[in-house]
């Protein structure tokens, strides 16, 4: 949300995308947890009662000689409602690729230097 | 002809039709006018004025897919409050008795296929700028399909149904909002 601050987030829950099985929500976790954050990983049904927020996300892949992320939307939300407080995005086409950990780093910098 | 001729006319004939594909295939942005809705508005109206903030858009590539930055969207939305007269004034990202945040949460697009279906998440939400209390808050769920017959060429196609998806949102979002009485 415009002017939110989430700073006072501590502990937070990435929910895995069903559709995932490359284990992106992993590699978001981690990131948050190199950031600073409390972060764990998994199903919808065990997001855990006492988290700050909730983390979504959802990735695209292509193929070009081999696949890889053209894009990644990340959502952090309300655990209660899952309104969303903010959001990140990028979007890299093949010859500006770059690995799922890096694009992974690139949209949660931006998603959170646009919320300090 | 000449050797030179035979190779050049049909090279030259054929970078005038990859350039002219290229050209219609670049991505454009989405309209401002395209994304406010054009309907009949029944709205409690209100005599305040609202501040309209909006976060989470994204600008458009040429070579990607058209995306809603957050300008666009923030006038689309104030050309709806405009319309409807859901409040007397309104600025984006100015001063108002309420303030109205949107947060685009979610752009959904389709890569391939003849029809585009495109989804948008957006949340709103409205508070009194007096003592910050929030009178309403909701996420929004719109999509909209834009098939080969409303464009045959797939960037536009694309940037039909963002357009349709936006508009659709800002309607269902101004609709529940024109329901309640403000205080």
């Not at chain 1, 937070?12 to 559709?19: E, I, K, N, Q």
Request: net charge neutral.
């Amino acid at each position: 949300m415009p002017g939110t601050d989430l700073s006072s987030l501590k502990k937070l829950y990435v929910v895995r995308l069903p559709a995932d099985q490359r284990g992106v929500e992993r590699l978001i976790a981690d990131r948050l947890n190199v950031m600073g954050y409390q972060a764990t990983a998994g199903e919808a049904v065990n997001t855990p009662a006492d988290i700050d927020a909730v983390v979504t996300y959802q990735d695209k892949w292509m193929w070009d000689i081999t696949m890889y992320m053209i894009e990644l939307n990340v959502q952090v939300r309300q655990p209660k409602t899952q309104a969303a407080l903010a959001s990140g995005h990028s979007l890299r086409t093949s010859l500006v690729r770059k690995s799922p950990p890096e694009m992974v780093a690139e949209v949660l910098t931006d998603l959170f230097k646009k919320h300090p | 002809m000449s050797a030179r001729n035979q190779f050049c006319i049909p090279g030259l004939v054929t970078a005038l039709v990859v350039t002219a594909l290229c050209l219609g295939g670049c991505a454009t942005a989405t309209q401002t006018a395209a994304m406010a809705p054009k309907t009949e508005w029944h709205v409690n109206k209100n005599a305040g004025a609202v501040t309209i903030h909006v976060g989470g858009g994204s600008e458009t590539s040429a070579m990607g897919a058209s995306k809603i930055a957050d300008e666009d969207f923030a006038k689309a939305i104030q050309q709806a409050i405009a319309d409807s007269g859901l409040f007397a004034k309104s600025e984006v990202n100015g001063s108002g008795d309420y303030r109205l945040d949107v947060q685009i949460a979610r752009l959904q697009q389709p890569m391939f296929g003849a029809s585009f279906t495109v989804v948008l998440e957006t949340t709103w939400r409205l508070s009194r700028q007096s003592d910050n209390a929030i009178l309403w808050e909701k996420p929004v769920v719109t999509n909209f399909t834009a098939n080969m017959s409303d464009a045959f060429v797939g960037v536009t196609r694309l940037r039909l149904a963002t357009e349709g998806a936006a508009r659709n949102n800002i309607n269902d979002a101004i609709t529940q909002i024109g329901a309640i009485a403000l205080k």
